[in-house]
């Protein structure tokens, strides 16, 4: 029988007599993922952090303040108190945009990053102003600008490369909080540091590689298995084991949201399936909808979207249980997810092979990217991962499906991916492992 487990989860101001230009070190701050792009939300956040404080900064309006103040004869807090009434003008030209420029490719374009293999992306905790002596194209801990750590990954051109973190018996799902990345294995459940560290075992109930979900300082996890029937949840610790929600015949997949633990049932002996979901606090199953085969979902405020495995068709039924309808037909879908107006997927097959969305109103589907054979994605702001173990790659492209782009090759079929404001995790199946890739 199917069982799913939960787990609860100086600046430097540096002021010359003369006029000597203003530089600053940006402190760094993880963040959980969010639906907006955080890695740009963060810097102006700082930004704007150390406007407010009277912090001076490096910008291009510096001239400014050198022209209302005779630093010469001026004291360091005249200097101060000027630069201070100025950075009400200043907002818009503080923010620096260090992400490098995404190739602006056809939808059906994919353009591998020859130069590195890896994201064209700069980490949030970068120094831009390139004052270090180390060569940024290949030292790892001053990639592509200076104090950018590859967190033990190489750098090429660059741009930092992925580092395998962890081996893990045939793994699944991963998901992150701000400190750890957890994953879901033949096994039980395991979690690092992000910055790295022992690996810790946080449960051994479930034997097989199965979905799993956070919210909330809990973990919810359950194992594609006929054996498990069941929903657990446990801190992210891994103390307070508890048997959640019980009657979930073989969970393929899980979501949740706050009030809510849903999953499908898919037992591939039985003619007819099911979507259920059970409260966060425990309980029995309340079935959303009846079902062929259905396999990945992803919910938002008000429906459950799935793939069915026989039916070839993205589904969607209400929360609160329902006839379910056909959002888009002929799709050999594997992993979803979904914004405020779209649903996104990956079909795994012929003859529509590639990174799909459609309205949540219904419509036509588009397609965003080429795949071989995709199977996970991850929405990450404005962006979208993919993997294809079809071409053993790891991939990303723009929402509306501009800048498609290879970010690693040679990874033995990637599976299950996740992103946060920090770095790209996914499983390789190929050679069982877990993979990181710092932004």
Known sequence: MNKVYVCIAALTIGIGCGGEPFSFAEDYSLSQDASNDVID??????????????VDVQTDTFEDVEASSDTNDDTFSDVFQEVTDVTADVPEDVAEDTTDDVTEDTANDVVTDTAADTLVDVGVDADTSDSCSANLQTDSMNCGACNHSCEGGGCSGGKCQPVVIENANNPGDIVTDDQFVYWVHSGGVSRQPKLGGVTESI??????????VLSNGFLYFTGIDVSIDSIYRCSITGNNEVELVTGVNFAYSMAIDSTHVYASQFDPVEPTNLIVRGFVSGGTT???????????????????????????????????GGTPGVLSPNNHSRKLTNDNSYVYWVNGTQPDLGVYRILKTGGTKEKLTNVNSGWGIVLDGPDLYWTDPGNNTVGRVKTNGTGGVVIATNQPDPYNIHADAHAIYWSNRGNNTIVKLVK
Not at 315 to 320: F, H, I, Q, V, Y
């Open 203 to 212: 449960s051994t109930t479930i034997g097989t590689r199965g979905s799993l």
């Open 41 to 54: 939300e963060q810097e102006d956040a700082n930004d704007s952090d150390a406007i407010d404080s009277g």
């Open 286 to 320: 309340q079935m959303i909808a009846e079902a062929v085969s259905p396999r990945h979902l992803t919910v938002d405020d008000t429906h459950v979207y799935w793939g069915e495995l026989n039916g070839l068709a993205i589904m969607k039924a209400p929360k609160s």
